[in-house]
T-cell receptor, first 111, second 114 residues
Framework: QKEVEQDPGPLSVPEGAIVSLNCTYS??????FMWYRQYSRKGPELLMY????GNKEDGRFTAQVDKSSKYISLFIRDSQPSDSATYLC???????????FGKGNQVVVIP | ETGVTQSPTHLIKTRGQQVTLRCSSQ?????VSWYQQALGQGPQFIFQ???????GRGNFPPRFSGLQFPNYSSELNVNALELDDSALYLC?????????????FGAGSRLTVL
């Protein structure tokens, strides 16, 4: 079993729809949870960063962490064509220095 | 504030050759990490450098090696290239002690091994 599981299936949604992405993990030591966005031919850029269980909002983006279920989610409201990218979940144990990434979800927002 | 820059952006090598990839970290950052991202996969941690010393290594063989220089720039060297080494190599910099590793990634060096 991989440490971080992210169903890599591509996702196509119409503009304005809500995009829902999720990851599960097996390592209870993970303490910090992140979502990165990666545009084609670019490096990943940090989108959201959370520490504890619960919700965190930043504009149209909401990150959710449920440590009891080892499950994290990212929601994108009012999706825009500019949101078309690959979204990677990532996590790291406290005191560690290496991010564990999911495989990524390719999201396409159709105008 | 400059971001993370990597060179070269693309390169093609043949099996058995050696390659050196370079990275300039973001201004103010003192830690550099390298990740390998195969096509359709998430990045995999190779190693991290802090104060010019290797500070953690992922599941990569010794033919993957690195350096960090006093100005915090870094190199990734791969010897005896194999076909499976074809990937996007990402450099990320961070500031040690600033909290959970919030990494700033470069655009990557895309290596093709024929």
């Amino acid at each position: 079993q991989k440490e971080v599981e992210q169903d890599p299936g591509p996702l196509s949604v119409p503009e304005g729809a809500i995009v829902s992405l999720n990851c599960t993990y097996s390592n209870s030591a993970f303490q910090y949870f992140m979502w990165y966005r990666q545009y084609s031919r670019k490096g990943p850029e940090l989108l959201m960063y959370t520490y504890s269980s619960g919700n965190k909002e930043d504009g149209r983006f909401t990150a959710q962490v449920d440590k009891s279920s080892k499950y994290i989610s990212l929601f994108i409201r009012d999706s825009q064509p500019s949101d078309s990218a690959t979204y990677l979940c990532a996590m790291i144990p406290y005191g560690n220095n290496r991010l564990a990434f999911g495989k990524g979800n390719q999201v396409v927002v159709i105008p | 504030e400059t971001g993370v820059t990597q060179s070269p952006t693309h390169l093609i090598k043949t099996r058995g050759q050696q390659v050196t990839l370079r990275c300039s970290s973001q201004s103010g950052h003192n830690t550099v990490s390298w990740y390998q991202q195969a096509l359709g996969q998430g990045p995999q941690f190779i190693f991290q450098y802090y104060r010019e010393e290797e500070n953690g290594r992922g599941n990569f063989p010794p033919r993957f090696s690195g350096l960090q220089f006093p100005n915090y720039s870094s190199e990734l060297n791969v010897n005896a290239l194999e076909l499976d080494d074809s990937a996007l190599y990402l450099c990320a910099s961070s500031l040690s002690g600033s909290g959970a590793n919030v990494l700033t990634f470069g655009a990557g060096s895309r290596l093709t091994v024929l």
